[in-house]
């Protein structure tokens, strides 16, 4: 059976990730979930899932996290302005581990978006065509949640105002794709686990 493995497992869209897999009908023994803190997933443990613990930041970390994984979830980083090294230790120890697809959970039109935070995915892409793996750059939009932030000042005002279609916001600036990261989960778990379409096949939701 194919052994499939999830990045920031602890995470929001990790944790909803691995629940799709499930899902899906992926055998628990089948998948691993990997975090920097895998105190934080006994309950997965106790489902019959192998928790691994590793960093992003470490690489001496990667390897036995990685070990007889086929396919890999790669959940970006959260460290903004790490996230292209981060990104590369992990990409280089799944290639020597033997990993054979990653799919990675990159940004809207990385390639052209004018966001500050799409230059990192659109350099991760770029390792991820250079490493020779298979991969998908899933180019996810907007998440729901990033606005939870700004709850206080909405309720304040009665209203929440942002832009649709091709207007263009100030933060984050250029075109919004809003979506919660359940809806993208499964379409991620499928991605991962379905057979081989392309070797490089960037995806917008």
Do not use: C
């Amino acid at each position: 059976m194919t052994t499939y493995a999830v990045t920031g497992a602890t995470g929001h869209f990790g944790r909803l990730a691995i629940e799709s897999m499930l899902e899906a009908g992926v055998a628990p023994a089948d998948v691993i979930a990997i975090a920097r803190t895998p105190a934080k997933l006994g309950d997965l443990v106790a489902r019959g899932i192998d928790v691994r613990a590793a960093d992003y930041a470490q690489p001496e970390t990667l390897p036995g996290a990685l070990a007889g994984v086929e396919r890999l979830l790669l959940v970006s980083g959260s460290e903004v302005g790490q996230r292209v090294a981060q990104h590369g230790n992990v990409i280089d120890a799944a290639k020597a581990a033997g990993v054979t697809r990653i799919v990675y959970t990159s940004f809207l039109r990385a390639d052209t978006n004018q966001n500050a935070l799409a230059p990192e995915h659109k350099a991760t892409e770029l390792l991820l065509a250079a490493s020779g793996l298979e991969h998908i750059a899933l180019r996810n939009g907007w998440y729901i949640e990033n606005y939870i932030d700004q709850l206080s000042q909405y309720l304040a005002q009665g209203e929440i105002v942002n832009v649709g279609g091709t207007a263009r916001s100030p933060e984050p600036p250029g075109p919004t794709t809003r979506r919660q990261p359940r809806s993208s989960s499964p379409t991620t778990a499928t991605t991962t686990a379905t057979p081989s379409t392309s070797s490089a096949a960037p995806r917008s939701p």
